[in-house]
């Protein structure tokens, strides 16, 4: 059992998925990059080049970014144009999916280990195109992968993405541990900056409080688990959530749940609330539903509606 919250609308457009898809021919390479700054990190990545795929593979794990990438390049010269120019792409993309920066936390940062290896990479979707980067590699290649190259997808990326990258490889003996500690830390560090930014108030209320609040905002006069109170959704998710604990404990006995599977299942249904969601007719309310399912499952608590 959820509340109402104080708004009407299903979730804004403003806070959709951030999705971009850029194709770029070139007399060299033919490429097709599509990404969702908001997926879980699913990968389909076709470059030629195994090694490279294997790094593409962690910036969208680590970065939660759905990441497709199709490239047929000049390989029979070298890897050279397929690591630059995918990295071209991908920063164009970037560029397309992230518009005009608002909301963003745009500042990120991520140590990385891998055995004896450690990374650091510190990102500022700043506009300002810029690559600091010292990576001490120990071999020339990798599977393959000419580690020279690490510096020409970066390049490219920060070009076309318009951010401003700091890369050190702090400590490494293996090159593929180095290596995969940067895309790793990368990736984290992208995650990071695009973070949509919110200030939100947890209020915890007596019942008489609660049931003040539920009256004077909804018309009903008893106390509910859970009200949320939008200010703003733009450029920043903005509002209070006002939590009534002695509800919260007797609907969790009353319907055999563990109390801490009911406090998350009330707190993303509010959270949901302060960003849009509603459920005043059954799309919304089976939309809202599905989507506080899979937030739930994510932090591995069961599904909250299940009989």
Same mark, same amino acid.
């Given at each position: 059992?959820?509340?109402?919250?104080?708004?009407?609308?299903?979730?804004?457009?403003?806070?959709?998925?951030?999705?971009?898809?850029?194709?770029?021919?070139?007399?060299?390479?033919?490429?097709?990059?599509?990404?969702?700054?908001?997926?879980?990190?699913?990968?389909?990545?076709?470059?030629?080049?195994?090694?490279?795929? +294997?790094?593409? !593979?962690? &910036?969208?794990?680590?970065?939660?970014?759905? $990441?497709?990438?199709?490239?047929?390049? @000049?390989?029979? /010269?070298?890897?050279?144009?397929?690591?630059?120019?995918?990295?071209?792409?991908?920063?164009?993309?970037?560029?397309?999916?992230?518009?005009?920066?608002?909301?963003?936390?745009?500042?990120?940062?991520?140590?990385?280990?891998?055995?004896?290896?450690?990374?650091?990479?510190?990102?500022?979707?700043?506009?300002?195109?810029?690559?600091?980067?010292?990576?001490?590699?120990?071999?020339?290649?990798?599977?393959?992968?000419?580690?020279?190259?690490?510096?020409?997808?970066?390049?490219?990326?920060?070009?076309?993405?318009?951010?401003?990258?700091?890369?050190?490889?702090?400590?490494?003996?293996?090159?593929? +541990?180095?290596? !995969?500690? &940067?895309?790793?830390?990368?990736?984290?560090? $992208?995650?990071?900056?695009?973070?949509? @930014?919110?200030? /939100?108030?947890?209020?915890?209320?007596?019942?008489?409080?609660?049931?003040?609040?539920?009256?004077?905002?909804?018309?009903?006069?008893?106390?509910?688990?859970?009200?949320?109170?939008?200010?703003?959704?733009?450029?920043?998710?903005?509002?209070?959530?006002?939590?009534?604990?002695?509800?919260?404990?007797?609907?969790?006995?009353?319907?055999?749940?563990?109390?801490?599977?009911?406090?998350?299942?009330?707190?993303?249904?509010?959270?949901?609330?302060?960003?849009?969601?509603?459920?005043?007719?059954?799309?919304?309310?089976?939309?809202?539903?599905?989507?506080?399912?899979?937030?739930?499952?994510?932090?591995?608590?069961?599904?909250?509606?299940?009989?």
């Amino acid at each position: 059992m959820t509340s109402s919250a104080l708004v009407t609308s299903t979730a804004p457009d403003s806070l959709a998925d951030r999705i971009a898809e850029v194709s770029r021919n070139t007399a060299e390479t033919r490429i097709t990059v599509r990404i969702n700054l908001d997926g879980t990190g699913q990968s389909k990545l076709h470059t030629g080049i195994g090694f490279f795929d +294997h790094m593409l !593979e962690q &910036i969208a794990r680590h970065g939660l970014i759905d $990441l497709d990438i199709d490239c047929a390049g @000049d390989l029979h /010269i070298d890897g050279h144009h397929t690591v630059e120019d995918v990295g071209i792409t991908l920063g164009q993309a970037f560029a397309r999916a992230v518009g005009d920066k608002k909301g963003i936390s745009r500042y990120g940062h991520a140590y990385v280990p891998l055995d004896e290896a450690l990374s650091r990479v510190v990102v500022d979707f700043s506009g300002r195109p810029g690559l600091h980067l010292h990576i001490p590699f120990t071999a020339g290649s990798i599977g393959g992968f000419d580690t020279q190259l690490t510096y020409e997808f970066f390049q490219g990326f920060v070009n076309h993405a318009g951010v401003t990258l700091h890369i050190d490889n702090l400590k490494g003996i293996n090159a593929h +541990h180095q290596c !995969e500690t &940067i895309f790793k830390a990368f990736g984290r560090t $992208l995650r990071a900056a695009l973070e949509r @930014d919110a200030e /939100i108030t947890v209020r915890v209320v007596g019942a008489q409080e609660g049931r003040e609040l539920n009256a004077g905002f909804r018309g009903k006069d008893y106390a509910t688990n859970v009200l949320s109170f939008p200010y703003d959704t733009e450029p920043v998710v903005m509002g209070d959530l006002v939590i009534c604990p002695s509800v919260v404990a007797r609907e969790a006995s009353e319907q055999n749940k563990p109390l801490a599977a009911h406090y998350a299942h009330l707190t993303v249904h509010g959270m949901l609330h302060l960003q849009g969601w509603d459920h005043d007719n059954d799309d919304d309310a089976e939309a809202m539903e599905n989507e506080e399912k899979e937030i739930l499952a994510a932090l591995g608590y069961p599904d909250p509606y299940a009989a």
